[in-house]
């Protein structure tokens, strides 16, 4: 079932993603039995203490279940995943060349989650305070380098003072994962910063709607999914690898 793992430069990373594509794939469905943890080992070629390092990551995860007398158990990823797949699901998807309709997924996933925050921010106005720190992200934002990975790095700052300026305690745990799932495409992510001045534009289009006295979401959220559609436009649809 496992080939002894090429990569060891973080074997127990290589181990994650080795027995995470298997699931994924649908290789190894729902309900299905891992090898036992010394067969296992010796198929990929790892330690036992490397494989149950891994496997301790993967339930955490939310793929397997690790039943004392019963095995290693793959779980249902739609009952019992965490968020951190995204990442993970973001790369079996490039794989199969469907970058383009996860691309979409996301960005509406995300553009929602900001829609959340929005509409919060529009019966709560942001302290002085707050202001200044999104201001201040914005404004380094803009003086990022003209590098997709950089100025998402930055853009995730001024997404995280928004959301500070929101007073949310969960916007940024359901927004982070999905920032994560962005580093694993790059082409996503080129398309999405392929036009900084225009990003910088939008983001201080909303810092001025936010000390506006009547703040209604609903342009913000129209100007959100005309940016999103451009991204998508940029996108080749046979891209693989997010590449």
């Not at 509406?108 to 201001?135: E, H």
């Not at 001024?158 to 940024?172: I, K, N, P, Q, Y």
């Not at 999914?225 to 451009?230: M, V």
């Amino acid at each position: 079932m496992f080939t002894p793992l090429a990569d060891r430069a973080s074997t127990v990373d290589a181990c994650v993603r080795a027995i995470e594509a298997e699931i994924l794939s649908g290789r190894l469905g729902a309900g299905a039995r891992l090898p036992g943890e010394r067969d296992l080992a010796t198929q990929l070629g790892v330690a036992r203490l490397t494989l149950r390092a891994a496997l301790a990551r993967l339930a955490d995860a939310g793929l397997i279940a690790i039943r004392q007398g019963a095995g290693t158990v793959v779980q249902d990823v739609h009952r019992h995943g965490s968020p951190a797949l995204l990442g993970p699901i973001a790369r079996d998807a490039a794989d199969r060349g469907e970058l383009r309709a996860l691309a979409a997924e996301l960005l509406a996933i995300r553009r929602g989650l900001a829609g959340g925050v929005l509409t919060r921010l529009a019966g709560r106005a942001p302290t002085r305070a707050a202001l200044a720190r999104l201001d201040a992200a914005i404004d380094a934002f803009a003086a990022a380098p003209a590098d997709p990975a950089a100025l998402a790095a930055a853009d995730h700052d001024v997404v995280a003072a928004l959301v500070a300026a929101s007073r949310s305690a969960v916007s940024g745990l359901f927004l982070n994962p999905v920032f994560a799932a962005l580093a694993e495409l790059p082409a996503l992510r080129a398309a999405i910063y392929a036009r900084p001045a225009d990003n910088v534009a939008g983001w201080r289009a909303l810092a001025a709607w936010l000390r506006t006295p009547r703040r209604d979401p609903t342009p913000m959220l129209a100007a959100l999914a005309a940016r999103d559609d451009a991204t998508l436009a940029r996108l080749r649809p046979t891209s693989r690898r997010g590449r």
